[in-house]
Structure formats: C-alpha cells, structure tokens
C-alpha cells in the first residue's frame, strides 16, 4: 500500500470518527504492556466492554443487543512493543465525568493485569478533531488492523434510546460498579488529568502512549 492510500484510509476513517456522536476519550493500559499479548489482552477487553454494556442497560445488553457506541483503537507506542487500547465512546448517562470515573475504576479492578487508575486516561472530549487524529496515529504502522472492529460498537442508534435506561435499576448498578474509595479516587485521577491536559493542550497531553 501506497504513503497515499494509507493516508486517504486514515482520513476517510477520521472524517467516520468525526460523524458520529461521541463525547470521551479514553486510554485503558496493562501492568506490562509489553508482555500482556493481543490475544490475552483483547479478551480482558471483550469483557470488560460487555461489562460496561450490562451495567449500563442490565438484561437489555444480551436481550436486545444494547450496547455502549464505542471505537476502538490498538496502539504499541513509539517502541511497538507498549500495547494498549484508546477509545472514543458516548456516555450513556448525563453525568460525563462520573461515566469517566466508573469506566477507570471498573478497568483498574478488573483483573491483576489491568492498570491502576492514575496509570489509565479517560475525560470527557474537549478537542474532537484532535481525538479523531490521536486514535488513528498509527494507521500508518498498523494499517485498519490498529481498529478494533471486534470489541467496538459502531451503532448510534443506541443513543436515542438512552433516556429509557436513565432509572433506578440502573443507578444501583452503577453504585454497585464500584466501592466509594474507588471512585475518589477516580474523582482524584480525572482531576488530575483535566489539569494536566489544559496545561499542555498545545502538545495534546493525552500523548501518554
């Protein structure tokens, strides 16, 4: 493949990106990205995403197919050998910064091989053009396979039927998703990195791959 084709898929993918409705960004990270694997690695992700999915819509993620719209990215940072996942997702709860904190700290309890929560990076969306080109960084290395078709979910549908799930069933799941310690300091590590990023919002901060 050509440096032109490439560069016209990579555009085409984040002109995709930038149609759809999504409002955080996220970086999920291993222990030890450079020993985890692929394969060990995406099923620690397939599970936590049908995780996220059941505690936002219960019964309905298996019945009727509810799912979180997500796009998944696969990077190995500059060395290729640090794997780990950035998304873009739309929240489907108002509260922004609390879906940012239960997704960090539902990833850090998840297994001994995910990454604590001040090692992650998960706010809401400021810059979306920037998001769209950082998720796709590294076409031009990893070329379509960099996304994740298979743990992503490219259907905004869901978003019009969010408002039926905004009740106290599922307000109990997410006061269950995790323990209070938890999400302060969740809390703690969102603040942090809101500080850092309008630090260095010039260099995108979230460079941390």
Request: net charge positive; hydrophobic share 40%.
């Amino acid at each position: 493949m050509t440096y032109e084709q490439r560069k016209q898929e990579r555009q085409a993918l984040i002109d995709h990106l930038l149609a759809q409705d999504w409002n955080v960004f996220g970086t999920l990270k291993f222990v030890n990205g450079r020993t985890i694997g692929r394969n060990s690695a995406n099923k620690l992700l397939r599970n936590y995403w049908n995780k996220i999915d059941r505690l936002m819509f219960g019964k309905a993620a298996e019945r009727q197919n509810m799912r979180v719209p997500r796009w998944c990215f696969a990077h190995e940072g500059g060395d290729t050998e640090n794997y780990h996942v950035h998304f873009a997702l739309q929240a489907p709860i108002p509260d922004v910064d609390h879906m940012c904190c239960t997704l960090n700290a539902v990833w850090a309890q998840h297994h001994n091989q995910t990454a604590p929560l001040f090692k992650n990076w998960i706010t809401p969306v400021i810059d979306r053009t920037a998001v769209a080109s950082y998720l796709t960084r590294e076409y031009w290395r990893l070329g379509s396979h960099t996304f994740l078709d298979a743990i992503s979910w490219d259907d905004q549908k869901a978003v019009n039927v969010f408002k039926e799930y905004h009740h106290l069933k599922q307000a109990n799941r997410l006061s269950r998703a995790a323990s209070p310690l938890w999400l302060r300091q969740a809390q703690q590590a969102l603040g942090d990195q809101k500080a850092a990023y309008e630090a260095n919002a010039d260099q995108f901060v979230m460079e941390r791959g």
